[in-house]
């Protein structure tokens, strides 16, 4: 792990002549020291965003590998602010020695996949919630996994990526409760993928398989920014999960999660693509306690052949604007199944998103999951005018009008400036 001067690499970062809405407050050559601009969204809210900003020579670092990743965040009550650089790629599945490490190196010696498909097949064992030695033995393997794939992010924290080839592979990123203060930038996160997938027969009327990690968790923490990345599922797509009791294997999770009062969010061009459960604002209709959090806002984000969760919100306050979605329902992988999810209590408040997916009918933008309402203005479905909320039959009182956000662009250019300007190696 290399200690490097925080202005070593303004020659390859300076910004555009043409700087994106939303632009840092600190427009510095260094993206390293940028900071949440002060009407930027939810995360610009209170005492802002401003990551690492101010972190010295000393807590500086430029990182190629997992381990140095892990020793420059130090602990999760590490709070001295730090800049992280990601120099190339950095895999999660591999020892301290940078060895690959996969399925059969985190298998408990108890599980097998084989046995556990006879023991727990719903035509014998019903719908009761698996249990017993060979459940045991899956979770026993999926914490195995998580001890390398989970990276705990601390407060007062940067990471950005160097250039227009930072990638993590296969990590979750958790920001837990306590954690505030941290910047995301200019990294591709690719396959955060589950070995060890549970079945659950109690989920829908059929039960389905599902699995633990997303790229990034905001779990609990506050003053996030996430800001020009990429997130695919790498060399995992779907296509390859297979299918056992009738239902997908499915190996990923979420892209970005937003969860258990994480608040204090902005989420802003980052290109989302090829991916099933994209985003999930509250992750359950009994934690009431997400009431008055899960403040969120995603503007000029692109999502490309995303199935659904774009994003699928509970309880929180959520801004949507100028964000830009692509697709088909009736692709063979990766179809749309809608674009907004209305869930308990939520108060989404939409301001001129592009949606072009074909065959997407204005009444099937929204999946409403109990929520009321949703306020939706300037929408464009196919290239005509639509109101998503009223097509899906909800109030469009919402309780409560945006305010930190920049200019709003006219619908007419969401296309093309996010397709231009979203996702890492555009800074």
Known sequence: MKKRCSLGIAAVLLFATLAPMGAPAHAASDIGKETLGSKNGWAAFST??????????????????????VDALGKSSNTTPKIIYVKGTINANVDDNNK???????????????????????STWGKKVPSGTLEDARKASQKNQASRTVIEIPSNTTIVGLGNNAIINGA???????????????????DAYDYFPQWDPT???TGNWNSEYDSITINGATHVWVDHNTFNDGAHPDSGNGTFYGQEYQHHDGLL??????????????????????????NSDSKTADEGALRVTLHHNYYENTVQRTPRVRYGQVHLYNNYYTGDVKRSEYPTLYIWGAGKSSKIFAENNVIDVAGLSAGKIV??????????????????????????GLSSSVGWKPSLNDKISPSASVKAEVTSQAGSGKL
């Open 367 to 392: 999946t409403v999951f109990g929520g009321t309402a949703l306020s939706d203005t300037g929408t464009l479905l196919n290239g005509q005018a639509v109101n998503a909320g009223s097509s899906a």
């Open 203 to 205: 989920d829908g009327s």
């Open 257 to 282: 999660d937003v969860i258990n009062q994480g608040d204090l969010v902005t989420v802003s061009y980052n290109h989302f693509y090829d991916h099933d459960k994209t985003s999930i604002i509250g």
């Open 172 to 190: 979750n990123f958790q920001l837990k409760k306590g954690t505030d203060n941290v910047i995301i930038r200019n990294i591709e996160f690719q």
């Open 48 to 69: 802002g965003t401003t990551g690492g900003a101010t972190a010295t020579s000393s807590n500086t670092f430029t990182v190629t590998n997992r381990k140095q990743l």
């Open 100 to 122: 690959a490490l996969g399925l059969n190196d985190y298998k408990d010696p108890k599980y097998d996949f084989n046995a556990y498909l006879k023991a727990y097949d719903p």
